[in-house]
């Protein structure tokens, strides 16, 4: 099972992390994604994956603005927007002009390989002293766990990074993570109507987003509270075209099925595991009925606790909650639900994953 949604940075997980994914791993966790919602947790999430718990379990990043955190004076938006711009440039291979990427290659190619070899510690295919970024793509051996013969790039489902060509972040391109990681989606963002910041700053970097994503061909992580027609018509309003997750989805059936015409799947957690979440269940049930493939599991560690554990920090081995849930209201198995769910998330954020 895979956690789509885990705050790995913030205490008092951040402390402890090494602890904190041996737990998950223990409880059956083989994944986890970590939205970043500020340009401090950028930072901290620009390192996980050269740490030696990147090892334990894999972990992919998103980069965001929350709106909880957004400020309030409306001068200093632009200058934050222009800094996350920066941040996603630099660190994302542009997905739509993949063939450029290794043509126009840096000299210094170390990240290219390091991509290649780094998605899994048993790849080593790749030509250890490959001086030019065509070579690297083009010149991976089939050990490398089926990398392509086209400049196109590794076509690898190595342990989730995508074409080299297609989104792996590389030194050799100021990237945000290391050769192991991946900036796999755009996000934390979204719209909130229950924080003093002025909506209209809100859809504003919402907006900003969503261009920035359909640019890299990145999807989108948006949260929400009591703005689910704000939302729909931002997304009506923007030119992006790609998917994404609402994340901690609560809502109708009715509305759910809007975002899943939209293509967009559905962050399910610990709201599902409280008896009093009844508009939630009754949605729930009727998409593991008929749109299994729209759901994806989350925790929101170390928030949103599951029901018998508030007053403590939520946990990603805590997931092992809402797939009980999500059986108790169907008919499916645990271990399968786990396997739904996690192809789900290969889908939408890491399409060459398996």
């Not at 030696?52 to 972990?59: E, F, G, N, Q, R």
């Not at 010149?139 to 490398?144: D, F, I, P, Q, Y």
């Not at 790609?242 to 559905?266: E, M, N, P, Q, W």
């Not at 920090?313 to 996690?342: F, Q, R």
Request: charged letters at 15%; a negative charge.
């Amino acid at each position: 099972m895979i956690d789509s949604h885990s705050h790995l940075n913030l205490a008092p997980l951040g402390s402890n992390l090494t602890e904190v994914l041996r737990k998950a791993k223990q409880n059956g966790v083989k994944r986890i994604m970590v939205p970043g919602i500020t340009p401090a947790s950028w930072k901290v999430l620009s390192s996980f994956n050269s740490q030696p718990y990147c090892d334990i379990l894999p972990i992919d990043t998103a980069i965001g603005l929350h709106p909880y955190f957004l400020p309030k004076e409306r001068d200093e938006i632009p200058p934050l927007l222009k800094q996350f711009e920066e941040a996603v440039a630099g660190g994302v291979v542009n997905t739509k002009e993949s063939l450029s990427v290794a043509e126009g290659a840096l000299p210094n190619s170390q990240g290219f390989l390091a991509v290649a070899q780094g998605c899994d510690p048993e790849a080593q295919g790749c030509s250890s002293n490959a001086q030019g970024c065509p070579l690297v793509a083009q010149g991976c051996s089939s050990s490398a766990q089926g990398c392509s013969s086209s400049a196109q790039g590794c076509l690898s489902n190595a342990h989730g990074c995508p074409p080299v060509a297609q989104g792996c972040l590389s030194s050799a391109q100021g990237c945000l993570s290391s050769a192991k990681g991946c900036l796999s989606a755009i996000g934390e963002t979204g719209l909130d109507g229950h924080i003093p910041v002025d909506m209209n700053v809100q859809k504003q970097v919402l907006h900003a987003h969503l261009d920035i994503a359909d640019s890299f061909g990145l999807p989108v992580i948006l949260h929400h509270r009591k703005s689910h027609h704000l939302l729909f018509e931002a997304l009506k309003a923007s030119s992006f075209e790609g998917r994404g997750v609402i994340h901690a989805f609560s809502g109708s059936t009715d509305v759910a099925k809007r975002y899943i015409d939209r293509g967009f799947c559905l962050g399910i957690g610990g709201t599902i595991t409280y008896e009093r979440a009844k508009k939630t269940k009754d949605t729930v049930t009727y998409l593991l009925r008929h749109h299994p493939e729209s759901i994806l599991l989350e925790t929101d560690a170390p928030d949103m606790p599951m029901s018998g554990r508030q007053g403590q920090p939520n946990m990603p081995h805590y997931l092992t909650d809402v797939v009980a849930a999500l059986s108790g209201l169907s008919e499916i198995e645990p271990n399968e639900i786990k396997t739904i769910t996690s192809a789900n998330y290969a889908r939408l954020f890491k399409p060459f994953l398996f």
